[in-house]
Antibody
Framework: EVQLVESGGGLVQPGRSLKLSCAASGFTFSNYYMAWVRQAPKKGLEWVATISTSGSRTYYPDSVKGRFTISRDNAKSSLYLQMNSLKSEDTATYYC??????????????WGQGVMVTVSS | EIVLTQSPTTMAASPGEKVTLNCLASSSVSYMNWYQQKSGASPKLWIYGTSNLASGVPNRFSGSGSGTSYSLTISSMEAEDVATYYCLQLSSYPPTFGSGTKLEIK
């Protein structure tokens, strides 16, 4: 059974840093791209970052580029999101998601339960 | 960036009623994915590659579309279908989600 379990969330002051972790199990982690997606309270979904299987390629939207860093440890089947210079608008539930590709079709097929990050003084 | 516009924003359907949710892309995409999110839960993959049902999804659901216009259809609404549905395009970076359609039951 595929499982993704996020941790590391909490309350943090604006301008500070936080690192999220996602522990994966039930599949060969190193074979899959992975992603982070967030959801502000009572809002929609926003893609935050994607990382390739080896970690050599990373992708971000402009809203977090230069502040967030996605990384992975394939030996530990773990995904990370280092968040620096946090802003109030980064307040959200952060989901870890597996990124699957079949031919030309890609999708996020498994999601974790999410971890809440609150940026406030 | 490709903007996805979902309509309607909110709708209510009676049990047994046919329901169609729409997702309009600002530029052509190769396919569309759909997610179901129930209150307080994580999103679940519902339809991928425009028309493929994810594992466990009832066959009263279907997906269709091409280019800039995609839709999710429920042939006969059931109470368990109450949720918010999001479309997601991964044809080009950055990936973008629609703002969601909240589906309620009458």
């Amino acid at each position: 059974e595929v499982q993704l379990v996020e941790s590391g969330g909490g309350l943090v002051q604006p301008g500070r840093s936080l690192k999220l972790s996602c522990a994966a199990s039930g599949f060969t982690f190193s074979n899959y791209y992975m992603a982070w997606v967030r959801q502000a309270p009572k809002k929609g979904l926003e893609w935050v970052a994607t990382i390739s299987t080896s970690g050599s390629r990373t992708y971000y939207p402009d809203s977090v580029k230069g502040r967030f860093t996605i990384s992975r440890d394939n030996a530990k089947s773990s995904l990370y999101l280092q968040m620096n210079s946090l802003k109030s608008e980064d307040t959200a539930t952060y989901y870890c998601a597996r990124h699957t590709t079949e031919g030309i079709v890609s999708y996020f097929d498994y999601w974790g339960q999410g971890v809440m990050v609150t940026v406030s003084s | 960036e490709i903007v996805l516009t979902q309509s309607p924003t909110t709708m209510a359907a009676s049990p047994g009623e046919k329901v169609t949710l729409n997702c309009l892309a600002s530029s052509s995409v190769s396919y569309m994915n759909w997610y179901q999110q129930k209150s307080g839960a994580s999103p679940k993959l519902w339809i991928y590659g425009t028309s493929n049902l994810a594992s466990g999804v009832p066959n009263r659901f279907s997906g269709s579309g091409s280019g800039t216009s995609y839709s999710l259809t429920i042939s006969s609404m059931e109470a368990e279908d109450v949720a918010t549905y999001y479309c997601l395009q991964l044809s080009s970076y950055p990936p973008t989600f629609g703002s969601g359609t909240k589906l309620e039951i009458k």
